[in-house]
């Protein structure tokens, strides 16, 4: 019964497998020298890629921390005799533009208005300097901030101007014991009596370097009749529909807040809107050209390992022409040799390829720990590195291929 050709051709392929890992094993110093431009590109470029990958995640997680689609309207400056003040100085930035924004701007969620300082907070014989907010009871919802105990005030507390109190996880270490339970206790903010009904979870540092667990919030109400004195707001933090939404809206929220303040076309905005994921994204995309720029840097030596890989193999097909013309002597066709030499410098690269891979990813665990750098190694690029390791080897091996398999078979078993 005759064999089948599919049966021929994969036992061909299995006996120039075998016949390549005994070719490269005779000078294993070479082929670990070749392989090593290949281990270092792969490396490198994973390396590079885990970086940037560590540090969009890591802006991806700021974008999060900093609110649920967040549009920030910021009191602004004023003129005072022809200069202009700083931010903050306004007083026009008022409840009613909280409570407006909402209803007329389909785009807005919801809106908390907020009144902020600094204050000394002590209970018993702690004391500590802090931030604190006066805001609605939707705040923690617009800024995606969870309570890790207790809840949040309600509408009556605001109403009531009620001396309750939410703290975050650095006032709580500075006043109470690891041991200590804050919730139910009473602590004095600016002189007067506040309970604790929450703690916020820990949010850690701002992309500009601030605490945001340092702080604690109370109702808005109760910031402006018992702390400032204040009717004013300092800002108003609203939460869109879409990440899409935050563009239209900022827009809508400029002309609303232009009408409620009867300005006129000729004079300028007394609040800012400010939008602080703009921030952020500019810097993720210039992290992602950066990252870019060094996988671009090193590829090169992946061209390198390439070049070396052509090399070795152009000096091999020199030194195996006899061994080249025997094989055509005894019947093996240009294909078998072409086959030959591409499945060698196919076998040097992935070998080079799959070195570089775990190198790559065990640099990558060792800087993240070392440096203290957020790193993130994706599935999708150790695929394409080792996709692009046989790439390297087919492209590099096949002028060599070509060149052994193009030999005339009379002058080769001439050759000496």
């Known amino acids: 019964m005759a064999q089948k050709p599919s049966s021929n051709y994969s036992t061909a392929f299995a006996d120039l497998t075998r016949m390549t890992w005994r070719v490269l094993s005779r000078n294993k110093m070479r082929m670990a020298l070749t392989m090593l431009g290949i281990t270092i590109g792969i490396a490198a470029v994973i390396c590079t890629v885990a970086i940037g990958e560590g540090g969009s995640q890591q802006i991806q997680q700021q974008i999060a921390a900093l609110g649920?689609?967040?549009?920030?309207?910021?009191?602004?400056?004023?003129?005072?005799?022809?200069?202009?003040?700083?931010?903050?100085?306004?007083?026009?930035?008022?409840?009613?533009?909280?409570?407006?924004?909402?209803?007329?701007?389909?785009?807005?969620?919801?809106?908390?208005?907020?009144?902020?300082?600094h204050i000394q907070v002590i209970y018993g014989n702690k004391n500590w300097y802090t931030h604190f907010r006066?805001?609605?009871?939707?705040?923690?919802?617009?800024?995606?901030?969870?309570?890790?105990?207790?809840?949040?005030?309600?509408?009556?507390?605001?109403?009531?101007?009620?001396?309750?109190?939410?703290?975050?996880?650095?006032?709580?270490?500075?006043?109470?014991?690891?041991?200590?339970?804050?919730?139910?206790?009473?602590?004095?903010?600016?002189?007067?009596?506040?309970?604790?009904?929450?703690?916020?979870?820990?949010?850690?540092?701002?992309?500009?370097?601030?605490?945001?667990?340092?702080?604690?919030?109370?109702?808005?109400?109760?910031a402006q009749k018992k702390i400032t004195g204040n009717y004013w707001l300092d800002d108003i933090f609203c939460s869109a529909v879409s990440s899409d939404a935050i563009g239209p809206a900022d827009d809508l929220a400029e002309r609303v807040l232009r009408q409620l303040h009867?300005?006129?076309?000729?004079?300028?905005?007394?609040?800012?809107?400010?939008?602080?994921?703009q921030f952020l994204e500019a810097q993720e995309e210039a992290s992602q050209t950066f990252t870019l720029m060094l996988g671009c840097i090193a590829s090169v030596s992946l061209l390198v390992g390439g070049i070396g890989i052509m090399n070795i193999m152009l000096v091999s097909v020199t030194e195996r022409t006899r061994e080249i013309g025997v094989r055509m002597a005894v019947g093996a066709t240009e294909r078998d040799i072409q086959l030959q030499f591409l499945i060698e410098a196919i076998f040097v690269s992935a070998l080079g390829g799959a070195a570089g891979v775990l190198v790559g990813v065990i640099a990558s665990?060792?800087?993240?720990?070392?440096?203290?750098?957020?790193?993130?190694?994706?599935?999708?690029?150790?695929?394409?590195?080792?996709?692009?390791?046989?790439?390297?080897?087919?492209?590099?091996?096949?002028?060599?291929?070509?060149?052994?398999?193009?030999?005339?078979?009379?002058?080769a078993l001439r050759f000496e």
């Open 68 to 117: 649920d689609n967040l549009v920030w309207v910021e009191a602004g400056g004023r003129n005072v005799n022809g200069v202009r003040t700083g931010n903050d100085n306004t007083k026009s930035l008022t409840n009613d533009d909280a409570a407006a924004l909402p209803k007329e701007i389909p785009l807005l969620k919801t809106c908390s208005p907020n009144t902020d300082g």
């Open 134 to 222: 006066g805001t609605g009871v939707n705040f923690l919802q617009v800024k995606n901030w969870p309570l890790a105990q207790g809840s949040n005030f309600d509408e009556r507390d605001v109403q009531s101007s009620a001396q309750v109190t939410i703290l975050g996880k650095t006032v709580v270490d500075q006043l109470f014991r690891p041991d200590e339970d804050p919730i139910g206790k009473t602590i004095q903010i600016g002189g007067l009596p506040f309970k604790v009904i929450g703690v916020l979870s820990a949010k850690g540092l701002t992309p500009y370097g601030w605490d945001q667990d340092d702080t604690l919030g109370m109702p808005y109400t109760t």
């Open 262 to 277: 009867h300005l006129r076309p000729s004079e300028e905005d007394d609040f800012n809107i400010r939008t602080p994921t």
């Open 365 to 411: 665990h060792v800087l993240a720990s070392t440096l203290q750098w957020a790193m993130a190694i994706p599935l999708f690029a150790i695929v394409i590195a080792a996709a692009f390791a046989l790439l390297v080897g087919l492209f590099f091996g096949y002028y060599p291929a070509q060149k052994a398999a193009r030999l005339d078979p009379i002058e």
